[in-house]
Structure formats: structure tokens, C-alpha cells
């Protein structure tokens, strides 16, 4: 596209829906990665040669070093609401806002969350398995009996909105009794909205049928769940994570699902996806999916239009939608 003398030029660093890039083009010079090809650090860091914002996917590592290479760059602007891949120190140090996209994908990853939960709790995934397999020869009263998901007790590590949109679909939905657990404790108002009542981590996962991870990635929430926490909950207990990789130990997980210790697990994320621990992939009481939970058209688009948002507020008007980092960014111009 012809660069258009004094408009800010943007990256894009994934492909994205034509009209996203469209529209971003009614503001900007834009450089998309349209065969969404695999960028190297040096390779991104060249790529945002003169670029004053990036819309970035939550894949690539937005850090020190990468910064220290662009020193036009003033906003990158993560289409997902995770953003661990943002070095947010370096990013005031640097001046450069990270924005996310949160809220708009609160409702569609709440009702995987359930999907994935069903299909654990139920065996979904491993009867198709067995019945494709040609194995169905005969029905048994005790095939495949799994779960009850109704009236079960529904345990929430991470009571942020996804967590709260999740609660709501187990207490009212499902008739089951809600406990969380969160770094600070909801007010009354909200615990009582959600039908929730508040736990420790370990008498959660000592009362919970299932446990259904929503905690946002930090260096704090690394293995939130591992050998230890596994060891807690009960042998019939399922374990859906949703969050992200890293938050669940899963070579402790993989060993925990063959030797029973839990009944099974419901993973959309993964330590180190897309490769997955090799045992998570010959245990068959585990449900699988490829980092999909938000995966509707509509959210999608609804995520990238907010990243869009995000850099016309800042770049063209002078503010974002849902900054990050903007506290810090304003203190380091005070001082
Ligand atoms: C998010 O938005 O953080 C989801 O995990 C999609 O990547």
C-alpha cells in the first residue's frame, strides 16, 4: 500500500479479517503480515523499523531488547485480553503503551469453558474416540459413565470476569455450588451475584468436583496447579484450564491423569504450545483443544476492532480504550 506522507505507519503482526486491516488503513500506513508467516525476534523488531504502533496477536515477546531496536514504537495493542507476552516495565521504561482486549471476549470463553467442562465431565470427546475407533460393539449400563455435572460443586481459581461469567452459568444454569479462589477476596455484592463463596486454594481443590482455571499468566501464577495441589482434589475430580500455559505443571498433570489420581482434564492451553507434553497425548482421559476459547467470528472480529480502537484512540485522539500501562507511562513523564 502508498505510504501517505505524515500518518503514522502501523504493523500488523498476524493475518487478520481484510476489513480490520481496511479499517486501520483509513488511519494509518499499514504493513500487514498477511501470509501470517512466523517472525523471529529480528525479524519483528525489523518489520517495526519506523512503525509507531503494532497490532500484536499475544504471541510475540514485546521485550527490553526488542524495544530498545524501535524507538518510534509508542503503542503495541494485543487483540487478546492475556498479555503476557508484553514486558510491561520495559514498555513504560521505553514509553510505549500495551493495550488488551478485554470484556468483548468475557461471555464467549465462559461458555467454552463449559463445553470443555461437559465434555470432560461427560467423556464426550473419548466415547467419539472409542466409537469411531469401530470399539461400540455392544451398549453397557456402565459405558462411558462419567461426572454428574448438575448439582456438583463448581471450584474457580481466578474470579475475574471470565471467572464470574462462569460462575453464573454453574449457579444458575446448572444448579451447582460455587466456590473461588482469587488473589483478593469479591465484595459481598458481587459474591452474592455469582453465587460464590470464597475458598482457599487448597480447600477448593479439596472440595471442588471441578476446578476450572481462569487466572491470568504471571511469574506468581507459574504451576499454580502442580504435583502438590493434583495430590489435593479428588480422585474424581476434573481439571478444565482455559487460562493460560504455564498456569497448570503438565507433565505433573499428565502423570496425574494416568495414574488416576484425578478423573480427567478439559486443556485449551498448553506450557510451551502449540507443542503439547507428550503424555498429555496417549492419557484418553483428557479433552484437548487448539487455545479456541474465544474463537467465535464475532469475537474475534470484536477483539481485533478493539486492538484497532485502541491504536486510533491513542495514535490519532490521544488516548486508548483499555490501556495497560498508562499510570506508568504518565509517572515516567513526571519525573
Ligand atoms: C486471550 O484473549 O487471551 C485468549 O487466550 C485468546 O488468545
Not at 517472525?39 to 519506523?50: H, K, V
Not at 489435593?232 to 494416568?258: C, F, H, Q, S, Y
Request: charged share 15%; proline share 3%; with cysteine.
Amino acid at each position: 500500500m502508498a505510504q501517505v506522507a505524515g500518518r503514522p505507519r502501523i504493523l500488523v503482526t498476524r493475518a487478520i479479517f481484510p476489513e480490520v486491516a481496511e479499517h486501520l488503513s483509513a488511519h494509518f500506513d499499514v504493513e500487514s503480515n498477511v501470509h501470517d508467516e512466523d517472525w523471529s525476534a529480528d525479524a519483528l523488531a525489523q518489520r517495526l523499523q519506523g512503525k509507531s504502533g503494532a497490532l500484536t496477536f499475544g504471541t510475540e515477546r514485546i521485550s527490553a531488547a526488542l524495544l530498545a531496536q524501535c524507538p518510534l514504537l509508542k503503542i503495541c495493542a494485543n487483540m487478546t485480553v492475556g498479555y503476557n507476552n508484553f514486558d510491561l516495565d520495559a514498555m513504560a521504561a521505553a514509553g510505549v503503551l500495551a493495550t488488551n482486549a478485554p470484556d468483548v471476549l468475557t461471555e464467549t470463553t465462559a461458555d467454552f469453558a463449559f463445553a470443555l467442562l461437559m465434555a470432560t465431565a461427560r467423556r464426550v470427546t473419548e466415547s467419539e474416540h472409542a466409537l469411531r475407533a469401530g470399539q461400540w460393539k455392544r451398549w453397557t449400563y456402565t459405558m462411558f459413565c462419567g461426572a454428574e455435572v448438575h448439582g456438583s460443586t463448581l471450584g474457580i481459581i481466578g474470579m475475574g470476569r471470565i471467572g464470574q461469567a462462569i460462575a453464573k452459568r454453574g449457579a444458575l444454569g446448572f444448579g451447582m455450588k460455587v466456590v473461588y479462589h482469587n488473589r483478593s477476596r469479591l465484595d459481598a455484592a458481587t459474591e452474592a451475584a455469582c453465587q460464590a463463596s470464597y475458598l482457599s486454594k487448597q480447600e477448593l481443590l479439596q472440595t471442588a468436583d471441578h476446578v476450572v482455571l481462569v487466572v491470568p499468566y504471571s511469574a506468581a501464577a507459574h504451576h499454580t496447579i502442580g504435583a502438590a495441589e493434583l495430590a489435593w482434589m479428588k480422585p474424581t475430580a476434573t481439571l478444565i484450564n482455559v487460562a493460560r500455559g504455564g498456569i497448570v505443571d503438565d507433565a505433573a498433570l499428565a502423570e496425574a491423569l494416568r495414574n488416576r489420581r484425578i478423573a480427567a482434564a478439559g486443556l485449551d492451553v498448553y506450557e510451551g504450545e502449540p507443542h503439547l507434553h507428550p503424555g498429555l497425548l496417549t492419557v484418553p482421559n483428557v479433552v484437548l483443544t487448539p487455545h479456541i476459547a474465544s474463537a467465535t467470528e464475532g469475537t474475534r472480529r470484536a477483539m481485533a476492532m478493539l486492538a484497532v480502537d485502541n491504536l486510533i484512540g491513542y495514535l490519532v485522539h490521544g488516548k486508548a480504550v483499555t490501556p495497560l500501562n498508562a499510570a506508568s507511562l504518565a509517572n515516567r513523564a513526571v519525573v
